[in-house]
C-alpha cells in the first residue's frame, strides 16, 4: 500500500483498487475491546443476543491493540486514563479508525469536572461521533455503518496541493 | 541483564528463577472496566497483589454539591451502570430520610418491583460477564438475552435502556403503563426455566467446579473487617441482608430467604447469587399481587430544601450495602454527599482472596467479586 | 438499650465523648463526637465490647468556617445487634487523625481517599498515598475553594 498511495492522480486502476482496499477493510474492521464505563454495557449488549451486530458485520475483537484497526471509545475519558489511551493508539497499526461512543467520549457529557479530559478528540483524532448516554445499540450499529460509509470513500490518490 | 550473562558461566545458576511484577489492565478484556492490578508472580503464583483504582474518577461526589437534590438523581444512575434503579433508590431514600417524606403505598411497591428486577438484571450481567471469563461463553449469550427482556419492561416503565433517572424525591417519575403487569408477569413465569437452563451448564460442570470451587476463599472473619458485604459477604456464612436487617421500602411485608453460603469461596457465591435470583422473582410476584391504587408521588415541594442536618441512609444493592451519606446546611444544594459504593469496599478483599493463587484464578476472582468501576471510582 | 450505650461511653471515657442531637431523633442516626486523640480507643472499645464490628463508611467533610476545618466520620454497625452508630472527629489543617486500619481492616482504602480527596493524613496508616487520582496531581479536589472544573 505504502508504494502506490499518494503517487498516482486518480484513473480507472487506481479507483478500482481503492474500491477493493476498502471494501476489505470495511468488511473485517477489527475492534480492539476498550469499554471504559456505562457505553461498554450497551456495547456488550450490541454484540450479545438480540443485536448481534459485531459478528455478523465482520467485527472481530480482540484484546491486543497490535491485532485491531478500530477502536470504540465507549465511556468518560478520564485525565488518569488518557496517557493510556495515546499509547493504545500509537500501538494500533496504519489504517486505524477511532469511534468515539456516548456523549463523555465526545464532549466530557454530564461531567465537567476537574478529573475528566472533555472529549477524546482532545488527544486522539475521531472518524465517527455517536451520541446518547448511552447510546442505544441501534446507534451504535448505525455509527458503525457510518464509519463503514467513510471508509468506502477513502483513496490511496494522489491528493491535490491546495 | 548482566545476570543473565553471569548465569550462563556458571551452570548451577542457569536455572535460578525470579519474580516478575506483570500489569494487568487498565485496558484488558478481561478486568470489568478500567482496572489495573500488579501481580507480584512466582511462575504462575501470585505472591504479592497491589491493586489500582481511579482510572474512571469523574468527581460525582464534587459534582453532587454543585447540583440541585433532583439534579443529582441523574448522576446516581452513573454509578453501578448495571443497577441504575437501586441506586436511584438509595439516593432519593437518603434525601426523604433527610426531609421526613411519607412515599405514597403505590410507589413504594412500584420501587420494590423495579430494584427486584434490577437485582435480577444485574446478576444476569455479572453471570454472563464470570462465566464468559472463566470461558462459558453460551452462557453470556443466554444471559444477555434474558437481561434483554428485563430491559425491554424498563423502557416501558422509564423510556432509557440503562440510566433510568426513574425514581424521584418522594415517588417515581410516572406509573405504570397499560401491559407493564400482563408483561412482567410472562418473564416472571419463564424466568425460573432460564435459571434452571444456566445450573445444566454451570452448577455440576466439573470444569466450572474445578474453576471456581476453593479459588479465592475468604473466612467470615475476615470479610466483616476488610467490610464486605452483598452476595460476597454472604457467601462466607454471614447472614446479613439490609433488606432483612433494616427492612427500608416496606421490603418487611414480603416474604423471602436470604441464601447463605458456607465456605466463602468462588462456587459458593455463584450459588448464592443463583439462589437470590429465585428470590427476587418471589418478591416482585408478591409485589404485583398486592399493588395498590394510588398516588405516585408525595407532596413535596418543587424546590427540595431539606433541613439542616446529616443523615446515612443504605440499601441493600445487587453488589452489597450502598449508602448516601448526605449533609445538608438548609440549601437547595447538598453540603457535602459520600457514596459508600459497594464495589470499592468489596474490591479491598480481592488481595486476601488472591493470595497463592495461580494467574487464572485473579480473573475468576475479579468475577466473583462482580465490580464495577463506575462505583469504585466514582 | 440506646440510653445505655451513651451512658457505658459516657462513664469508660469521660471528657473524649460529646452525644450530639440526632436528625429528626431518628434512632440510626446517633452520633458521638470523639476527640481526636482518643479515636483508636473508643473504636477499639466499640468493636470489642459492644461488637459494632462493620465498618460502614469513613469519610471527610470540609468545613471551612468552623475552627478546625476538617471532620472526619465513621459509619459502624454491629450485626449482631443491628445497631448503626456515627462517630465524628475534628481535625485542624494539617492535623494528623490516628488511623483506624487497626481496628478495622477495610479503613485503608476510606483512609487513602480521604486523603487524596481533602488532604487529611492519617497517623499510623500503613500505606497513606492517592487513590482516585493520579499520583502527580497537585491540590484536594473536595476542599471548597477547589474549582469544580479544575485548576
Not at chain 1, 68 to 78: E, H
Not at chain 1, 121 to 138: A, F, L, M, S, T
Amino acid at each position: 500500500m505504502g508504494l502506490i498511495e499518494n503517487r498516482f492522480s486518480p484513473n480507472i486502476l487506481i479507483t478500482s483498487a481503492d474500491y477493493i482496499f476498502n471494501w476489505s477493510r470495511k468488511s473485517a474492521l477489527w475492534g480492539m475491546t476498550f469499554g471504559l464505563a456505562c457505553c461498554a454495557i450497551e456495547m456488550m449488549a450490541t454484540g450479545a443476543a438480540r443485536y448481534d451486530f459485531f459478528e455478523r458485520s465482520g467485527m472481530v475483537f480482540r484484546g491486543s491493540p497490535r491485532q485491531a484497526d478500530m477502536m470504540i471509545i465507549a465511556g468518560t475519558v478520564t485525565k488518569k486514563m488518557a496517557p493510556i489511551i495515546e499509547k493504545l493508539y500509537a500501538q494500533m497499526p496504519d489504517p486505524k479508525w477511532v469511534v468515539s461512543m456516548g456523549a463523555c467520549a465526545n464532549t466530557g457529557g454530564i461531567f465537567p469536572t476537574y478529573s475528566v479530559v472533555q472529549g477524546v478528540d482532545k488527544i486522539i483524532p475521531v472518524d465517527v461521533y455517536i451520541p446518547g448516554c448511552p447510546p442505544r445499540p441501534e446507534a451504535l450499529c448505525h455509527g458503525l455503518m457510518m464509519l463503514q460509509e467513510k471508509i468506502m470513500k477513502e483513496t490511496m490518490a494522489k491528493k491535490a496541493i491546495k | 541483564m548482566e545476570k543473565m550473562s553471569e548465569g550462563k558461566t556458571e551452570d548451577t545458576n542457569f536455572f535460578r528463577t525470579e519474580e516478575v511484577v506483570i500489569n494487568m489492565g487498565p485496558q484488558h478484556p478481561s478486568t470489568h472496566g478500567v482496572l489495573r492490578i500488579l501481580l507480584k508472580l512466582d511462575g504462575e503464583t501470585v505472591t504479592d497483589c497491589e491493586v489500582v483504582v481511579g482510572y474512571l474518577h469523574r468527581g460525582v461526589e464534587k459534582l453532587c454539591e454543585n447540583k440541585t437534590y433532583s439534579q443529582n438523581i441523574v448522576y446516581t444512575d452513573r454509578l453501578d451502570y448495571v443497577a441504575s434503579m437501586t441506586n436511584n433508590l438509595a439516593y432519593v431514600g437518603a434525601v426523604e430520610k433527610l426531609m421526613g417524606v411519607d412515599v405514597p403505598d403505590r410507589a413504594q411497591y412500584i420501587r420494590i418491583i423495579c430494584s427486584e428486577l434490577q437485582r435480577i438484571a444485574s446478576h444476569l450481567l455479572w453471570l454472563g460477564t464470570h462465566a464468559m471469563d472463566i470461558g462459558a461463553l453460551t452462557v453470556f449469550l443466554y444471559c444477555f438475552r434474558e437481561r434483554e427482556d428485563i430491559l425491554d419492561i424498563f423502557e416501558m416503565l422509564s423510556g432509557a435502556r440503562l440510566t433510568y433517572n426513574y425514581m424521584r424525591i418522594g415517588g417515581v417519575a410516572q406509573d405504570i403503563p397499560d401491559g407493564f403487569k400482563e408483561r412482567t408477569r410472562r418473564f416472571l413465569d419463564s424466568f425460573p426455566g432460564h435459571i434452571d437452563e444456566y445450573e445444566t451448564l454451570l452448577t455440576k460442570n466439573r470444569i466450572w467446579l474445578d474453576r471456581t470451587v476453593n479459588v479465592g476463599t475468604i473466612s467470615a472473619k475476615d470479610a466483616i473487617d476488610l467490610g464486605l458485604s452483598g452476595p460476597s459477604l454472604r457467601g462466607s456464612g454471614v447472614r446479613w441482608d439490609i433488606r432483612k436487617a433494616e427492612p427500608y421500602c416496606i421490603y418487611d411485608r414480603f416474604d423471602f430467604q436470604v441464601p447463605i453460603g458456607t465456605k466463602g469461596d468462588t462456587y459458593d457465591r455463584y450459588l448464592v447469587r443463583m439462589e437470590e435470583l429465585r428470590q427476587c422473582v418471589k418478591i416482585v410476584k408478591q409485589a404485583l399481587d398486592q399493588l395498590p391504587d394510588g398516588e405516585i408521588m408525595a407532596k413535596v415541594p418543587r424546590v427540595i430544601k431539606p433541613p439542616a442536618g446529616e443523615v446515612y441512609h443504605s440499601i441493600e444493592a445487587p453488589k452489597g450495602e450502598l449508602g448516601f451519606y448526605i449533609v445538608s446546611d438548609g440549601g437547595e444544594k447538598p453540603y457535602r454527599v459520600k457514596i459508600r459504593p459497594p464495589s470499592f469496599v468489596n474490591l479491598e478483599s480481592f488481595k486476601k482472596m488472591i493470595m497463592g493463587h495461580l494467574v487464572a484464578d485473579v480473573i475468576a476472582v475479579i468475577g466473583t467479586l462482580d465490580v464495577v468501576l463506575g462505583e469504585v471510582d466514582r | 438499650m440506646a440510653d445505655d450505650l451513651e451512658k457505658r461511653m459516657l462513664e469508660k471515657f469521660p471528657g473524649a465523648i460529646e452525644v450530639l442531637p440526632p436528625h429528626r431523633d431518628l434512632p440510626s442516626e446517633r452520633t458521638f463526637r470523639v476527640s481526636t486523640g482518643r479515636i483508636v480507643d473508643v473504636c477499639n472499645y466499640l468493636k470489642n465490647d459492644e461488637k459494632f464490628n462493620f465498618l460502614s463508611d469513613l469519610c471527610g467533610v470540609h468545613y471551612p468556617e468552623k475552627d478546625k476545618k476538617f471532620e472526619v466520620v465513621y459509619h459502624i454497625f454491629s450485626i449482631d445487634n443491628k445497631q448503626r452508630l456515627r462517630l465524628k472527629v475534628a481535625a485542624g489543617t494539617g492535623e494528623k487523625v490516628p488511623s483506624v486500619t487497626g481496628v478495622w481492616g477495610t479503613a485503608d482504602w476510606h483512609e487513602r481517599e480521604c486523603f487524596d480527596l481533602l488532604g487529611i493524613e492519617f497517623s499510623g496508616h500503613p500505606n497513606l498515598k492517592r487513590i482516585l487520582l493520579p499520583d502527580d496531581w497537585e491540590g484536594h479536589p473536595l476542599r471548597k475553594d477547589y474549582p469544580l472544573s479544575g485548576r
